[in-house]
C-alpha cells in the first residue's frame, strides 16, 4: 500500500490533477447526457460549464451573445449547465409574474455592500420583498412623482444653456452625451434623494463628477463575478471580511459618495425628528423623505432603520441615474442619426406648446404620441440590463406552457432577444418610433403586439418600482430641449455606431451599441447644440 507521505511532490501534483480531469469529465459527461437540462438546446460548451456565458459577460456581450443562441437554438436555450433562457414574450410573463413559483436567484446576494443590509432589488424572499417593496412604493407614488417633476424641470433648464454654451451664432463644442447625461441624471438624483445637487453638470472642478463613472466600473466588477465561477467563494467571503475590504478598495470619489449620502441620511433624520417633536410638516417632497415617513404596514413603525436607508438611498441612486442616463445618450443618438425623426419630434414639440413652461405633465405632454414612441422604441432597441434577471425554480417546479421545469433550476426570460424578435418588431434594428402609432400603415394589432413584448422596466412583482418617475423625466427633459434647442450629430461621427468588424449583433450602424454589466456601458454619441433658431 502506498502511503501519501512517500509520495513526492510531483507526484501529488500528477495525483491531484488526473483526479480533477478524471471528475471534470465525468462530470461533462453527466451535464450532457443525463443532467434533468439535457434535452435542451444550446452551445455545446455551456452543457457542461459556466465558462462560456462567464466570458461573454466578461467581454459585456453577454446579451449579444444569448441574441445569437436564440437566432440559432430557438425560444428555450440551455446557456449554462443549470440556466435556460426564454424569448417568448407569453413566458416572460409567466416567469416573472407575482404567483410564479420562483424567487431571485441566490447569486443576488452578491449585491449588497453590507451583507447584514439587503436593499429591495437584492432581496431574495419572497415575503420580505413584498414587504420592503410596499414600503419603497411610497417614493415612486403619484404624489412623489408630481413633487419630482418641479426638480427635473429646474435642472433641464440649467443644463440646457450649458449644452449650448460657446455656441454664438454657430454650434456648441462636440458634447459626448453619454457624460453630459451622466452628470445631469445624476445631479437630478442627488437632488430627488438628499435635496442637495453637487451640480456635476457645470464645466470645472468638481469632487463628485466621475462617480457615475465609478460605480459604473463597480458594478461591472461586480456583475462579472456574478456570473463566475468563484461567485459561491466570494458570498462566502462577503461577510468573513470582504465586504470591508472592497469598500477600502473602491475609488476615493466613490468612497466620497458613500460618505455623502450617509451625512445626508444622518442630517435628514436629525431634521426629520426636530420638525415631528416640533410639529412642521416639510413641504419637501422629495424621494427620502417618502422613505423616511413610510410605516410597515404590519406594525406602524417606521418602515425603514438607518442601515436600511442606507442601503436603498445608494442602490436608488446609482441604478436610477444609470437607467434614465443611459435612455437619453441613446434618444440622442437615434434622434441625430435620423433626421426624419428629428424633424417630426421637432415639429410635434414646437406646435404643441407655445411656451416652454407649457411642458409639464399633463394632456398636452400626454398628446406628443411621437414623443412618447421615441421613448418606447429607445427602450426597445437598449433595455436597461439587457440580460435576464435570473429567477430560481422553488420546490414543486414551474409549469410553463406543456413542460415543468424542475427545482433549483436558473431561469430568465430575455429581454434583449425579445425586444429584437423580427416576429413582432420587423426591421428590429432600425430605429422606428412610427411602429408604436396605429396607423394607416400600422395596425393596432402591430402595435398591441409590440406594446406586450416590450419590458424595458421588468415585469410583474419585481419591475421596476421608478418607471413612472423614469418615462415623466425623459418625456420633460426631450421635450423641453427639443422645444428651445436645435442640436445635430457632429458630421462624420461614428461613436456608438456598430460596425462590420464587431461580433455578429453588433455590426449595424444603425444601432447605438452598449457593453452590458447590469448597467450600460457605452459612448457617445458626439452631438452640437444651439439655441432655437426662431
Not at 416652454?356 to 394632456?363: M, P, R
Not at 393596432?444 to 415623466?472: I, N, Q
Request: proline letters at 5%; glycine letters at 6%.
Amino acid at each position: 500500500m502506498i502511503s501519501i507521505a512517500s509520495l513526492s511532490i510531483s507526484q501529488v501534483l500528477v495525483i491531484s490533477a488526473t483526479s480533477f480531469a478524471v471528475y471534470y469529465v465525468a462530470n461533462a459527461i453527466y451535464c450532457i447526457f443525463f443532467h434533468k437540462l439535457s434535452t435542451y438546446p444550446g452551445p455545446f460548451f455551456a452543457k457542461f460549464s459556466g465558462l462560456p456565458s462567464f466570458y461573454h459577460t466578461y467581454r459585456g456581450n453577454r446579451h449579444v451573445w444569448l441574441w445569437q443562441c436564440h437566432e440559432i437554438y430557438g425560444d428555450v436555450v440551455r446557456s449554462s449547465y443549470d440556466t435556460l433562457m426564454f424569448s417568448d414574450p407569453n413566458t416572460y410573463r409567466e416567469i416573472y409574474g407575482s404567483h410564479a413559483n420562483v424567487e431571485k436567484a441566490w447569486q443576488f446576494g452578491i449585491w449588497p455592500k453590507d451583507a447584514t443590509a439587503v436593499s429591495t432589488f437584492a432581496c431574495t424572499n419572497k415575503t420580505v420583498h413584498k414587504r420592503r417593496r410596499r414600503n419603497l412604493e411610497y417614493a415612486f407614488c403619484d404624489r412623489a412623482v408630481r413633487s419630482a417633476e418641479l426638480f427635473v424641470a429646474q435642472h433641464t433648464d440649467r443644463w440646457g444653456p450649458l449644452l449650448a454654451e460657446g455656441a454664438g451664432d454657430g454650434w456648441s463644442e462636440p458634447r459626448n452625451m453619454t457624460e453630459w447625461a451622466n452628470s445631469f441624471v445624476f445631479d437630478i438624483l442627488c437632488d430627488l434623494c438628499f435635496g442637495w445637487t453637487y451640480e456635476t453638470k457645470k464645466p470645472g472642478p468638481n469632487k463628485l463628477r466621475t462617480v457615475p463613472d465609478d460605480v459604473a466600473q463597480y458594478m461591472k466588477f461586480t456583475y462579472t463575478i456574478f456570473y463566475s465561477p468563484v461567485i459561491r467563494i466570494w458570498l462566502f467571503l462577503k461577510p468573513r471580511g470582504l465586504d470591508n475590504l472592497l469598500i477600502q478598495l473602491a475609488p476615493p470619489s466613490v468612497r466620497l459618495f458613500m460618505d455623502f449620502v450617509v451625512d445626508n441620511l444622518h442630517e435628514r433624520l436629525a431634521q426629520a425628528k426636530l420638525e415631528e417633536k416640533n410639529g412642521i410638516q416639510s413641504d419637501r417632497g422629495d424621494m427620502l423623505s417618502y422613505l423616511i415617513n413610510a410605516k410597515d404596514a404590519d406594525t406602524g413603525t417606521p418602515a425603514y432603520d438607518f442601515i436600511d436607508l442606507n442601503e436603498e438611498a445608494n442602490m436608488l441612486t446609482a441604478a436610477g441615474a444609470d437607467t434614465t442616463s443611459a435612455v437619453i445618450a441613446a434618444l440622442f443618438f437615434y434622434l441625430v442619426h435620423n433626421a426624419n425623426v428629428l424633424q417630426t419630434l421637432v415639429s410635434e414639440i414646437r406646435t404643441t406648446f407655445s411656451s416652454v413652461d407649457d411642458i409639464k405633465t399633463g394632456k398636452q405632454l400626454q398628446s406628443c404620441v411621437y414623443l412618447h414612441a421615441c421613448i418606447d422604441e429607445t427602450l426597445r432597441m437598449n433595455p436597461h440590463g439587457g440580460s435576464e434577471s435570473r429567477r430560481q425554480v422553488l420546490p414543486g417546479g414551474l409549469r410553463i406552457n406543456d413542460t415543468i421545469i424542475p427545482a433549483d433550476t436558473i431561469i430568465g426570460g430575455d429581454v434583449y432577444a425579445i425586444h429584437h424578435n423580427p416576429d413582432i418588431f420587423p426591421s428590429p434594428f432600425v430605429f422606428r418610433p412610427e411602429r408604436w402609432i396605429a396607423s394607416p400603415n400600422v395596425s393596432t394589432a402591430s402595435v398591441k403586439a409590440c406594446e406586450g413584448a416590450v419590458f424595458a422596466f421588468s415585469y410583474g412583482a419585481r419591475a421596476c418600482p421608478g418607471k413612472s418617475l423614469a418615462r415623466m423625466e425623459l418625456a420633460i427633459t426631450m421635450a423641453r430641449l427639443v422645444y428651445k434647442y436645435d442640436f445635430r450629430g457632429v458630421p462624420g461621427g461614428t461613436e456608438g455606431m456598430g460596425g462590420s468588424d464587431m461580433m455578429w449583433g453588433r455590426r449595424q450602424r444603425t444601432q447605438f451599441q452598449v457593453w452590458d454589466y447590469m448597467v450600460a456601458h457605452r459612448d457617445g454619441p458626439m452631438v452640437q447644440f444651439r439655441g432655437r433658431v426662431w
